[in-house]
């Protein structure tokens, strides 16, 4: 086992070498301020049986889990995927696919998991999203607002391999899965080409009010490894680099903390404070919701600073639709202008999942659909628009699916925030090891691989947003109609109603039948006379 745990901190004065202290065996942190990941690698030995027969299965399996509450992602942790657990997977064999990552996947999450089989519960990604055999072909995801039962599975599974109750290692497993609580996003990765599984535990600020305070033992098996990074932000050489500098050392191996300074090319940057969006959705919504998405005009009258050259960028927002919501692919396919302008959109990139235009919600067995959109940007005259001139504002349409009854009249639903960036091509350079990149987010792989990502900042806080769903949460709940059924002598009345409809209804052309047949039959009778008469 490989651990990997990183403390960031800000460059001026917020650090002191004296809060670490570095012993024989361990190392000790205390009171340290600002985010930290974990990053652990284990080996195939060290798992669970449950979990690696459903990983020998498996070609390629990610999950990424995002808090549904606000938090500053910060450089080198800037990339964000939309509230919820998001499962991308590919299988080993077609002819084989895994039965068994379902039932895992609700032991350790959650049992009421909307996860059947991945061959009907799981979307294909868009045809522009396979570029390679290791892009994965399936893709889950659904709201889940708290990991403990994850907690609980480690705990259970995962910590008796480290020894007795009584032991320390075990106490520390204990308390490191506790501490997934209060995480803000979870990355866990497996790749049959590498055998490599690992997670990746972020949080934006210390789950204790003085700070990071603990002492990290050297590990028992002279295989395994623990580094420690103590790093800072610095102003990197290149425009698409990122540069750190700080202080790192090895439990059990350094006697002191050694100096470091290093760059490496990223992917993910992150836009200035002042870069934040929020989203709506005016009241009524009735059958078809508008989502409105607000940007501030400043943050889009320029491309972002520290761009490399001849590089070109487009702003993007990649939506995560649960089962009653849709979007319209043929609306949003358009090439109408007046309706591109109208709604400040230019072109639908695109679109995967449940997106059968009639199915009602109780018809779809997948989870929802993923929607990748195009936005159009203030330009000429729209620069200068008095009118709205700090705001703009980009409306989606959207729509809604039949759903089950209510005796209120209505329901509700909730949809995760969406995710906003510029995405800029920078097909003529070439991307070295990151030590912190981050894959297989969903929309990543709608793009080539060297692109750029400059991200936007969600701001639940903002007023008329996040109402929906409570201070902070980048969840928004949606209030929608649905059929009134009080009890079962509504269901009675409708039932007998329609069949009363469709029996007159019945009756009404079998006697237009019959008045036509008597007609025509007439008809030839008089037809008859005459010829004999004649």
């Not at 930290?36 to 990610?62: A, G, I, M």
């Not at 790192?248 to 191996?253: D, I, N, P």
């Not at 990149?437 to 929309?443: K, M, N, S, T």
């Not at 900042?457 to 929906?468: E, K, L, N, R, T």
């Amino acid at each position: 086992m490989k651990e990997r745990i990183t403390f960031l901190y800000e460059a001026e004065g917020q650090f002191n070498p004296e809060q670490i202290t570095v012993n024989n065996d361990s190392i000790s942190v205390r009171s340290l301020h600002g985010p930290r990941e974990d990053r652990t690698t284990f080996s195939f030995n060290e798992l669970p049986q449950e979990l690696w027969q459903v990983l020998k299965r498996c070609h390629e399996l990610h999950i990424r889990w995002a808090s549904d509450h606000v938090y500053d992602a910060l450089p080198p942790f800037t990339s964000r995927v939309s509230p919820g657990l998001h499962v991308f997977y590919s299988p080993i064999s077609q002819e084989l696919p895994s039965s068994l990552l379902c039932p895992l996947l609700r032991k350790m999450f959650d049992d009421g998991l909307e996860c059947e089989l991945p061959e009907t519960s799981f979307i294909p990604p868009p045809v522009l999203a396979v570029r390679s055999s290791s892009t994965p072909s399936l893709q889950f995801h659904q709201l889940l607002p708290s990991l403990s039962e994850l907690v609980t599975f480690i705990q259970q599974k995962l910590c008796p391999a480290y020894g007795d109750r009584n032991t320390d290692a075990y106490a520390n497993c204990q308390s490191h899965a506790s501490s997934l609580l209060s995480v803000d996003s979870l990355d866990i990765d497996y790749q049959s080409s590498t055998h490599s599984f690992s997670v990746a535990a972020y949080w934006s600020k210390p789950s204790q009010k003085g700070g990071w305070s603990e002492t990290i033992h050297k590990l028992k098996k002279s295989t395994d490894r623990v580094e420690i990074g103590i790093l800072a932000m610095e102003d990197p050489r290149e425009p698409h680099e990122l540069s750190m500098g700080g202080f790192l050392a090895v439990v059990g191996e350094d006697t002191k903390l050694s100096p470091t300074l290093f760059s490496y090319p990223s992917r993910h940057h992150p836009l200035p404070l002042s870069s934040k969006y929020t989203i709506t959705f005016p009241k009524p919504t009735g059958l078809h919701p508008t989502l409105h998405l607000s940007l501030p005009r400043s943050s889009l009258t320029s491309l972002p600073e520290r761009l490399p050259p001849s590089v070109e960028c487009s702003l993007y927002t990649y939506l995560t639709l649960p089962s009653p919501l849709f979007a319209d692919k043929y609306q949003l396919s358009t090439k109408d202008p007046l309706f591109l302008h109208s709604h400040n959109l230019l072109s639908l990139h695109a679109i995967a999942g449940e997106t059968d235009l009639e199915a009602p919600d109780w018809l779809t067995k997948r989870w929802g659909s993923s929607v990748l959109l195009e936005l159009a940007t203030p330009k000429g005259n729209d620069k200068a628009n008095t009118n709205d001139k700090d705001t703009w504002q980009i409306s989606i349409p959207l729509h809604l699916r039949y759903l089950p009854t209510s005796p209120g009249g209505y329901r509700n639903i909730s949809m995760p925030w969406p995710v906003v960036f510029w995405a800029c091509a920078n097909e003529g350079m070439k991307m070295g090891r990151n030590p912190f990149d981050r894959v297989r987010l969903g929309w990543d792989d709608l793009f080539a691989p060297n692109t750029l990502y400059y991200h936007f900042h969600p701001d639940p806080s903002a007023q008329g947003s996040g109402a929906g769903g409570g201070a902070g949460s980048m969840v928004e709940k949606i209030t929608v109609p649905v059929l009134k059924i009080r009890g079962a002598w509504d269901v009675w009345g409708i039932e007998i109603g329609t069949m009363v409809v469709v029996f007159l209804g019945f009756l009404w052309v079998v006697g237009k039948l019959r008045a036509v047949a008597w007609g025509r039959g007439r008809e030839r009778g008089l037809r008859g006379g005459r010829e004999k008469r004649e």
